[in-house]
């Protein structure tokens, strides 16, 4: 009884944020193509991916760049965390310490939570590298980026199937992790871009799998793809994968029917093409996917 009572005065007057969360939290940053070097407030945080650990009292101005391509900005920004109202109560419960509690935890910092916790950025080539850069039409990355060029869709149906886009399971390492992770917005956007689907909202998708229990990076099965589904009320699941063979990309993607648990159509690109071109390695698959019979 003791010990229970000298620790709870002991967070009391340290803060219970302080305690469970420290004055810094883990940001997860990658990019495509990857190495490319990344700073917040104008210091160096090393080369993508990489793992930064920000100061949770200040905001970030995330910079990244790499030669060739367009620099990519984004602010992190701080918001009062769930673990904050702890000291509310407790000051409540006790006015003196918990108002030390208060104190504490603001002016570490530990109170506030950054947001996004994680940046995938996807670099876009600068405009006067493309205009300088010779066009060779043996080129691979040339032949991806007219290929999906060329892929013209039809006319959409009036009535839009609602469908759900699962994050990509990268095949084969950390690498083609990353680049998973990173193509998985993207491939949303896509979709929703080509007026064939009413597609399901990713903070929506996410709030469901954090309901039942799982983790995208878990569900890479068709059941579970199914079992996911039927919570959100969708009537199609978009799953996929990125690979790689040698110097070869293989993106696969699948439609399922969430009322059958039956794979409606599959499609795989495959590639020998920069990272930077994968987006367009994506689309094709995407718009095949569609046209699929």
Same mark, same amino acid.
């Given at each position: 009884?003791?010990?229970?009572?000298?620790?709870?005065?002991?967070?009391?007057?340290?803060?219970?944020?302080?305690?469970?969360?420290?004055? #810094?939290?883990?940001?997860?940053?990658?990019?495509?193509?990857?190495?490319?070097?990344?700073?917040?407030?104008?210091?160096?945080?090393?080369?993508?991916?990489?793992?930064?650990?920000?100061?949770?009292?200040?905001?970030?101005?995330?910079?990244?760049?790499?030669?060739?391509?367009?620099?990519?900005?984004?602010?992190?920004?701080?918001?009062?965390?769930?673990?904050?109202?702890?000291?509310?109560?407790?000051?409540?419960?006790?006015?003196?310490?918990?108002?030390?509690?208060?104190?504490?935890?603001?002016?570490?910092?530990?109170?506030?939570?950054?947001?996004?916790?994680?940046?995938?950025?996807?670099?876009?080539?600068?405009?006067?590298?493309?205009?300088?850069?010779?066009?060779?039409?043996?080129?691979?990355?040339?032949?991806?980026?007219?290929?999906?060029?060329?892929?013209?869709?039809?006319?959409?149906?009036?009535?839009?199937?609602?469908?759900?886009?699962?994050?990509?399971?990268?095949?084969?390492?950390?690498?083609?992790?990353?680049?998973?992770?990173?193509?998985?917005?993207?491939?949303?956007?896509?979709?929703?871009?080509?007026?064939?689907?009413?597609?399901?909202?990713?903070?929506?998708?996410?709030?469901?799998?954090?309901?039942?229990?799982?983790?995208?990076?878990?569900?890479?099965?068709?059941?579970?793809?199914?079992?996911?589904?039927?919570?959100?009320?969708?009537?199609?699941?978009?799953?996929?994968?990125?690979?790689?063979?040698?110097?070869?990309?293989?993106?696969?993607?699948?439609?399922?029917?969430?009322?059958?648990?039956?794979?409606?159509?599959?499609?795989?690109? #495959?590639?020998?093409?920069?990272?930077?071109?994968?987006?367009?390695?994506?689309?094709?698959?995407?718009?095949?996917?569609?046209?699929?019979?």
């Amino acid at each position: 009884m003791r010990k229970y009572v000298i620790f709870s005065v002991f967070t009391l007057l340290v803060g219970c944020a302080t305690l469970t969360n420290g004055p #810094t939290q883990k940001v997860s940053i990658t990019s495509i193509p990857s190495g490319a070097v990344v700073t917040a407030n104008d210091v160096s945080l090393g080369a993508t991916p990489v793992v930064a650990k920000l100061r949770r009292k200040n905001e970030h101005l995330v910079r990244i760049e790499m030669k060739g391509y367009e620099p990519y900005e984004v602010r992190i920004t701080r918001k009062t965390g769930k673990i904050f109202y702890s000291n509310a109560l407790l000051l409540v419960a006790a006015v003196i310490p918990g108002l030390v509690g208060f104190v504490v935890d603001a002016s570490s910092g530990a109170m506030y939570e950054l947001k996004p916790k994680e940046l995938n950025a996807t670099l876009v080539r600068s405009a006067s590298v493309t205009e300088t850069a010779p066009a060779s039409p043996t080129s691979e990355d040339i032949t991806v980026r007219k290929k999906y060029d060329l892929i013209v869709l039809p006319e959409p149906p009036a009535t839009k199937p609602y469908v759900a886009v699962m994050d990509l399971n990268g095949v084969g390492g950390a690498e083609t992790g990353n680049i998973a992770k990173t193509l998985s917005d993207p491939l949303r956007v896509e979709f929703q871009k080509t007026g064939y689907y009413k597609v399901c909202d990713r903070t929506h998708l996410d709030m469901v799998m954090k309901e039942i229990g799982f983790q995208q990076s878990g569900c890479t099965s068709s059941e579970c793809a199914v079992q996911v589904g039927r919570v959100l009320g969708v009537e199609k699941m978009i799953t996929g994968s990125v690979g790689k063979l040698g110097n070869s990309y293989i993106i696969t993607l699948q439609l399922i029917d969430v009322s059958t648990a039956l794979v409606e159509k599959s499609v795989t690109e #495959t590639a020998e093409c920069k990272e930077s071109e994968l987006i367009y390695l994506m689309g094709i698959a995407a718009k095949k996917l569609i046209l699929e019979k």
